[in-house]
DNA sequence: ATTATTATTTAGACAAACTTAAATAATTTC
DNA sequence: GAAATTATTTAAGTTTGTCTAAATAATAAT
């Protein structure tokens, strides 16, 4: 099946908002994709007649599993490239999803699988995601909550589910990256904000925005 | 200016056609982008606008300075993108073509001058063709003809001037890569086929075709 | 200098991926 | 459970880059 890169990058929106199995709505579509809802459902069209999705009228979209297998690949492509931007060529983390949206697209098994082979068979992305292999399958990552709902007090930084640069930045000013060690220190029940500790660094207060897009797991 | 791929493949495919100073035709143009004389003429209205390209009626089309700044981005990250797919991913020469021509279409300086850096700015790609910098100036090569009006007895091949698979995969079979030094036996009228010998290789006998489309120095 | 051939352009149409505006369905709210 | 609100779809139109067929210009042949 050839897909256009605009019919990829629905697929690949949809696997991200599906999360399991709830069904993906007409707008959340369109906002993920900066698109509009109608657009949305027009594509939704194309993409059930070439079975990617499962979509009845009013009813939301679901990958089917050829769909899931396509997004399966988008991704792979994906994290490889932002993998080789910062490893080779020493982009930072909040560069590399862009130029990544672009060079997810030449589709070559090859050129895949030898980018992989070249950075080592990485398994997770410089965002603490994980890389499905060349059949899709991908480590189940460690058990890991966000910030904001981990229990324990002493936290190791596991992966951070905003992609957006703005985010990346604040972490980078605050000396935050994948596999930081962090204290929580107090909770404030005011604004859920939460007060922590990084090693051989003031201690900051961070919002619960901030918090629940920081992933973490006991140390 | 932000131009699509297919702009982009406009360009560079004038730019390649160009070759000095002739004006390209409208049919020239079709042919190399496999695409329809008519279309050509519609794609060359929307570059005039542009500003990219100069272009009348019926008298050809050639490259406005501008547009010649343009070609030789495009060209720049192809030959790039080329270089990394050969160094470092260990593709063979007359694979990267294919994967290149995609590849040049992500648009981001910091990109190519990273890669650039990583390749170790290289001025010649796997075809012996060069690179051009970031100012769009590349070395001028060193004087070069094609073997079939090589007069000199011993030379050395420079460059592939057919990014064919199938004349790469010929000259990968009689073992003749880039650097290779070869010597002319023999010149035979009839056909003007050549008789050649490389070092610890038995003779061999190459059509004008061939000739014609391998470079050459003399030693 | 006509005529034939070839090259190029125009006209009209189409598919993909969008958009806005209007219509309809689903969900909340009171 | 009717009314209001929100979500989704449909209808109609746009842009980009194609195409085929027909018209016209340029060039070559006689
Ligand atoms: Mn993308
Ligand atoms: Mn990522
Ligand atoms: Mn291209
Ligand atoms: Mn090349």
Not at 49 to 56: A, F, H, P, Q, T
Not at 122 to 146: E, F, L, Y
Not at 201 to 207: K, L, M
Request: aromatic share 6%; hydrophobic share 40%; net charge neutral.
């Amino acid at each position: 099946m050839n897909l256009s890169v605009a019919e990829e990058n629905y697929i690949k929106a949809i696997y991200k908002l599906q999360e399991g199995e709830q069904a993906v709505t007409t707008n959340a579509l369109a906002y993920e994709l900066e698109t509009k809802p109608a657009s949305v459902t027009d594509m939704a069209k194309k993409l059930k007649e070439k079975k990617l999705i499962s979509y009845e009228k009013y009813q939301g979209i679901t990958l089917s599993p050829e769909g899931r297998k396509t997004a399966l690949q988008v991704v792979r492509r994906h994290r490889l490239w932002e993998c080789f931007l910062v490893d080779k060529l020493s982009f930072s983390w909040e560069e590399v999803h862009e130029l990544a949206e672009e060079l997810e697209h030449v589709r070559s098994e090859k050129l895949i699988s030898r980018l992989s082979d070249f950075l080592g068979n990485p398994v997770i992305d410089p965002h603490g995601d994980p890389i499905p292999d060349a059949n899709g399958r991908m480590t189940k990552p460690r058990p890991q909550t966000s910030l904001d709902q981990a229990n324990a007090k002493r936290l190791v930084v596991t992966a951070v589910s905003d992609q957006s640069s703005a985010l990346l930045a604040f972490l980078n000013a605050k000396s935050i990256k994948l596999g930081t060690q962090l204290e929580i220190i107090a909770h404030y029940e005011f604004d859920n904000s939460i007060e922590i500790k990084v090693k051989n660094q003031p201690a900051i207060t961070i919002s619960e925005q901030v918090a629940k897009n920081i992933m973490v797991r006991p140390l």
